[in-house]
């Protein structure tokens, strides 16, 4: 399966080389999701990961706001969550490295699904919240669970109980993003060509391992050895060592080499 270019609708897929972004477009509503714009995300999400040729999936969003969470009036007129679950699934288990470009708005799964991408790149006076509470609602996408592991349970508290705002420089202080930039896109998309540049199968076992739930300094150990191991072996490394030999640039999967 391969990614196709989505030039329409509310949410629009480019692809440049072997990095695809993903720009949340509904303006109008502050770029929230309907289910239709979750079922996009999430095939989209699901192309890139099984396409040889992708190295890297950028998610933005349209005209000052990355998205201000879920259609409120999609939920209140009984939509079904399965959408979001496919989404929140894709997005948490994708092998390929996903970077967030945060612009504007980011509220309830505009944050929560930061938790689950591989970099993130933020406006300095981008607005981060999850408001979950005040709406009555509970927190989703394992928040409650990795918000505190990122930024601590006190920061994780006034987020998710108490539904304090904070921007971009905040987000990047207190361990949720990796930097503030300006244009935030920009930087997103350098950072995804970088990656996309790399050997596309060490990069998808270092983020496996960077998420494995092996928490003992032996286990883990034991993990990479094993990975690298079969790194040795494979063509990647081989590459690599046959481009140095002959003072050139090293082609994975099939790509041409960059630049």
Known sequence: MSVEPVITGDVRVSVDGAVVTVVIDRPAKRNALTQAMYRVLA??????????????????????????????????????????????????????????????????????????VDLVYVEPDAKLSVPFVSLGLVPEAASSLLLPRMVGP?????????????????????????????????????????????????????????????????GRMAEEMEAFGAALLGAEFAEVIAA?????????????PPG
């Open 43 to 116: 095939d989209t999400l699901l192309a890139a990961d099984d396409d040889a040729g992708v190295g890297a999936v950028v998610v933005t969003g349209a005209e000052g706001a990355f998205t201000s969470g879920n259609d409120l009036a999609d939920f209140a007129a009984g939509a079904s969550l399965d959408q979001v679950v496919r989404f929140l699934s894709a997005i948490a288990t994708v092998e390929v490295p996903v970077v967030a470009a945060v612009n504007g708005l980011a509220i309830g799964v505009g944050l929560t699904m930061l938790l689950h």
């Open 154 to 218: 006190r920061h994780a508290a006034e987020l998710l109980l108490a539904g304090r705002t904070i921007d971009g420089t905040e987000a990047v202080a207190w361990g949720l993003a990796n930097a503030v930039a300006s244009p935030v896109l920009d930087a997103a998309l350098e950072a995804a060509h970088r990656l996309a540049a790399q050997p596309p199968a060490a990069v998808r076992a270092t983020k496996a391992l960077l998420r494995s739930e092996e928490g003992t300094v032996a």
């Open 244 to 256: 140095r030999r002959d003072r050139r640039d090293p082609v994975f999967g099939g790509r041409p």
